[in-house]
C-alpha cells in the first residue's frame, strides 16, 4: 500500500497556476529523495523535478523547467510541493509523486523512476486554452 498521496490537480487555463501537494506517510528522512514525474495522454512517463529530504539541491529536468516550476518541502508536515506557473498545454497529464532512497554516490535526488520505490496514484492536471 502507497503511503504517498498526492493532490491539487485540477483545470487551469494557460498561463494559469497550480500547486500540487504530496503528502507522505511514513518518514521522511534525510536520505530520502522525492520526485515528481507526470504522464501526458498517449506519451511516457517524464521526470520533472524531485528534491532530498536534507538541503541537498533541488533538480529540474530539464533545467529551464525551474522557470515556471518550483518544488519545496514542509519537513513538519512530510509534505512537498510543486508549484506550478505560466501552465502551459504540454503540461496538461497525471503528476505523480515517488519517494525513494538517495544512492550510495550521494549524487542527490535522480530523474531515473528505477531510484524510487514508492509511488503515488497520481493528480490530473488539464490545462484549457
Known amino acids: 500500500q502507497s503511503q504517498i498521496v498526492e493532490s491539487g490537480g485540477g483545470l487551469a487555463q494557460t498561463g494559469g497556476s497550480l500547486r500540487l501537494s504530496c503528502a507522505l506517510s511514513g518518514r521522511f528522512l534525510n536520505y530520502h529523495i522525492i520526485g515528481w514525474f507526470r504522464r501526458a495522454p498517449g506519451k511516457g512517463r517524464e521526470s520533472v523535478a524531485c528534491t532530498t529530504g536534507d538541503n541537498g539541491g533541488d533538480k529540474y529536468f530539464p533545467n529551464s523547467m525551474k522557470e515556471r516550476f518550483t518544488i519545496s518541502k514542509d519537513r513538519a508536515k512530510k509534505t512537498v510541493y510543486l508549484q506550478m506557473d505560466n501552465l502551459k498545454l504540454e503540461d496538461a497529464g497525471t503528476y505523480y509523486c515517488?519517494?525513494?532512497?538517495?544512492?550510495?554516490?550521494?549524487?542527490?535526488?535522480?530523474?531515473?523512476?528505477?531510484?524510487?520505490?514508492?509511488w503515488g496514484r497520481g493528480t490530473q492536471v488539464t490545462v484549457s486554452s
Open positions: 515517488a519517494r525513494g532512497i538517495e544512492g550510495g554516490n550521494k549524487g542527490g535526488c535522480s530523474a531515473v523512476a528505477s531510484a524510487y520505490d514508492d
